[in-house]
T-cell receptor, first 117, second 111 residues
Framework: GAVVSQHPSRVICKSGTSVKIECRSLDFQATTMFWYRQFPKQSLMLMATSNEGSKATYEQGVEKDKFLINHASLTLSTLTVTSAHPEDSSFYIC?????????????FGPGTRLTVT | EDQVTQSPEALRLQEGESSSLNCSYTVSGLRGLFWYRQDPGKGPEFLFTLYSAGEEKEKERLKATLTKKESFLHITAPKPEDSATYLCAVQARGGDYKLSFGAGTTVTVRA
């Protein structure tokens, strides 16, 4: 149980184009999902909190117009990187909270490697 | 602001050589402390949640313990497949469920 998937696992795009990454909770409903990015040999950096049916909450320094987040259902959140540039190349990981009556444990997806050329 | 410090940054072990990883934290009211394992190019894999000082949890060769200021992840008789980066994170009490991560400890177990 508590499986989170991401699609695609890898994507290469040209500078100036937009890329959409999907995050799905496969066997549970998640009212809250999170988006992280991770640079090589660094820890996870929280980008935003995604709540079903409401606007995402972005961390300080994260451009909300560049990283569009939509949480349209209890099992799906999407991250769209708009007008991508090489500096947006990174490993993007989502997580979903399993509300099992107490733990609020976060389960992570396998990640999406974005390369902008 | 919540802070999580993990040590050492890297740990090289011989197969069967037990050791411990440290996670020191400061948080304004701890809801939970989490341990994850991350393999290269993959998302973190959930290992344990600890809620209160004195709590211990075990899974195969891993055992996590918690005090009011730190947590330890003990690896007993490690095998090469235990090689990974181990991440510690804290979740504060409050309205959101964000995690604050440490930088991780990269463990390499040689056969």
């Amino acid at each position: 149980g508590a499986v989170v998937s991401q699609h695609p696992s890898r994507v290469i795009c040209k500078s100036g184009t937009s890329v959409k990454i999907e995050c799905r909770s496969l066997d549970f409903q998640a009212t809250t999902m999170f988006w992280y990015r991770q640079f090589p040999k660094q820890s996870l950096m929280l980008m935003a909190t995604s709540n079903e049916g409401s606007k995402a909450t972005y961390e300080q320094g994260v451009e909300k117009d560049k990283f569009l987040i939509n949480h349209a259902s209890l099992t799906l959140s999407t991250l769209t990187v708009t007008s991508a540039h090489p500096e947006d190349s990174s490993f993007y990981i989502c997580s979903a909270i399993l509300n099992s009556g107490g733990p609020y444990e976060q389960y992570f997806g396998p990640g999406t490697r974005l390369t902008v050329t | 602001e919540d802070q999580v410090t993990q040590s050492p940054e890297a740990l090289r072990l011989q197969e069967g050589e037990s050791s411990s990883l440290n996670c020191s934290y400061t948080v304004s009211g701890l809801r939970g402390l989490f341990w994850y394992r991350q393999d290269p190019g993959k998302g973190p894999e959930f290992l344990f949640t600890l809620y209160s000082a004195g709590e211990e949890k075990e899974k195969e060769r891993l055992k996590a313990t918690l005090t009011k200021k730190e947590s330890f992840l003990h690896i007993t008789a490690p095998k090469p497949e235990d090689s990974a980066t181990y991440l510690c994170a804290v979740q504060a009490r409050g309205g959101d469920y964000k995690l604050s991560f440490g930088a991780g400890t990269t463990v390499t177990v040689r056969a």
